[in-house]
């Protein structure tokens, strides 16, 4: 048993930075996380670019300090150092990816692919047309207000919406008597995006 935990140690040892940049990934996106093996893969994948990187950060540090001036030695510590600040710049790099779609929008217009950076349609759709929706919920009611969150997915999550209100089927406008409204995705059947901005309600 002994021997297993001398195996195991030096090896999440490694594999720490990588785990540090999934968590940060995971932790601000609304992507869900995948299983265990999934977590484990991408954690090997971030370990292998992390320490490819500080090993590069290393022979440069090593190519100055030779050089140039010497603010210290090159030893475990300051690659741990160096692996643990790559590893959250990595993740928050990782995460800018996801967010914004910029380069998942370059490679469309290239041809290279169909999808988009975001977690599902759902979300992408909310993500990319920032304008004033209309919720039909099951009860028949209708609510118009501006989304300031939405859910990740369609079956779990609440919407936030600001200045709603009801849309009665004459087409008038009643407000609701608060300026945000919490609404329960599971309460919706389909949503409306509406050509109205913000400023209109």
Known sequence: MDDLVK???PLLQYLIP????TWVFYTLTAFRRPDTFGQIVQALIFTFVIHGVVMGIGAVCR???VWGFSVGKWDGGAQAFWAFAVSLVLGLFACCLAT???LHGWLRSRNVTKQSSYPSEWFSAFAQYDRVLTLHLTDERRVLGWPVEWPPESTRGQFLMKYPRWLRDDGKLEPVGAEFLLIDSAKVKWVEFNPVSEGSL
Not at 18 to 21: A, R
């Open 63 to 65: 190519w100055v300090g």
């Open 100 to 102: 914004n779609d910029r």
């Open 7 to 9: 195996e195991v140690i």
């Open 18 to 21: 990588g785990f540090v940049s």
